[in-house]
């Protein structure tokens, strides 16, 4: 049997942001026929931001069906300014966000405005620009933008996500590997049900995911891209030491209860030699993000790790892109699960005998338009 994929030591070679597409963008001929980018010698294509509508979009007006108290909630991190008429406070948020705001006929709006006493000005649909809150009492103007960032983080948690930051697992080697591990899987365990190969990564995507973005603006994408650069400033290379971080991917795991019955199965993710430097790295990345507001606190700690199979690529050829994140949000297609029992007794050991080493040296971070 040839050497199993899931047991190598490989050097991170940088961090990727990667755009990701969605299903119904399958309709748009801009997906059909996207810009294509040359990065390094690889071709990316850039996709454009989906606008998705759900079900129950409609559900913010239940937000303020019953009365609420006006609040005078601390303002640390943004400006009311003081005029003569009153008060008045800016928010910039995304124009995508401000049908939520508005509300179905304006309701939600219109409640707002009464709850706390202020006049909310709101760019039209189509518009960019910023929501302008104004009131005679500042502490109105002040729930007035808590009750409005509420509002938008909610909705955003509802968007799909549009990026995803990650240390690429895409070596050629590596890929090699994998694909000898898939064919391997294929030949022993196909008569497993719902184990086929359209549930396998893409190996030129196998990667180590920090965490998913919802980048709904040009303004947020460059905003996330000054941050990369950020931390690669404060800590990232002082981490790294100017040298090779090899990491070694080992131990396959699955994320449901039952063996029987597998949705997403993957590979462990650590150093070589056992430090926490990456974990680290992953963990401080993650805080930097959040505390930005441009990524979703999930977890205190990173789980790190590399998706090989997951039954949303099965539905949706898209998926591997848009939900290369195994942790999180969980796809609302239905899901064929895999057997997974014969897999896990014939691999896991193979995994332990075996490795691959490669090594080369710790790049810069880069931003990556979609792959």
């Not at 980018?37 to 850039?46: D, H, M, Q, V, W």
């Not at 005029?83 to 705001?101: N, W």
């Not at 980048?215 to 891209?225: F, G, I």
């Not at 993710?269 to 441009?294: N, P």
Request: hydrophobic residues 35%.
């Amino acid at each position: 049997m040839t050497p199993f994929f899931l047991v190598m030591f490989y050097t991170l070679t940088g961090l990727l942001l990667l755009a990701v597409a969605d299903a119904p963008r399958l309709l748009n001929m801009e997906v059909l026929r996207p810009p294509l980018i040359n990065i390094g010698g690889r071709i990316y294509r850039k996709n454009t931001i989906q606008e998705t509508t759900y079900q129950n979009e409609e559900e913010e007006d239940e937000f303020y069906r019953e009365p609420t108290q006006c609040l005078d909630e601390p303002c640390d991190d943004f400006t009311v300014e003081e005029m003569e008429a009153g008060f008045r406070c800016v928010i910039d948020l995304p124009s995508q966000l401000f049908k939520y705001i508005i509300g179905k006929k304006g309701e939600t709006k219109r409640n707002l405005e009464s709850d706390t006493r202020t006049s909310i000005s709101i760019p039209r649909p189509g518009m960019e620009g910023d929501i302008v809150i104004t009131g005679q009492h500042r502490n109105g103007v002040v729930s007035a933008r808590t009750r409005i960032e509420l509002l938008a983080e909610t909705f955003r948690k509802k968007q799909p996500f549009t990026h995803f930051l990650s240390f690429p697992l895409n070596h050629p080697e590596i890929q090699e590997r994998f694909l000898q591990f898939k064919e391997e899987v294929l030949a022993k365990c196909s008569k497993d049900h719902g184990i086929e190969s359209t549930i396998f990564q893409n190996p030129s995507k196998l990667h180590l995911t920090i965490g998913t973005l919802v980048l709904l603006s040009e303004k947020e994408v460059q905003q996330a891209s000054e941050l990369l650069a950020k931390c690669k400033e404060l800590f990232l290379d002082k981490l790294a030491a100017g040298k090779p971080m090899q990491v070694k991917v080992a131990g396959i795991e699955y994320m449901n209860d039952d063996p029987a019955m597998v949705d997403v199965l993957y590979a462990k993710v650590q150093m070589k030699d056992a430090s926490e430097r990456l974990q680290l790295i992953a963990d401080r990345m993650m805080q930097r993000f959040v505390g930005s507001g441009l990524m979703l606190k999930e977890w205190d700690r990173v789980k790190l790790h590399a998706t090989v199979m997951n039954t949303v690529f099965r539905k949706d050829p898209l998926a591997e892109e848009r939900n290369s994140m195994s942790f999180g949000k969980h796809s609302q297609r239905e899901r064929e699960s895999f057997e997974a029992r014969n897999l896990l007794k014939d691999f896991w050991m193979l995994m332990r005998k075996q490795h691959f080493s490669s090594s080369s040296r710790f790049q810069g971070r880069k931003m990556h338009p979609g792959c």
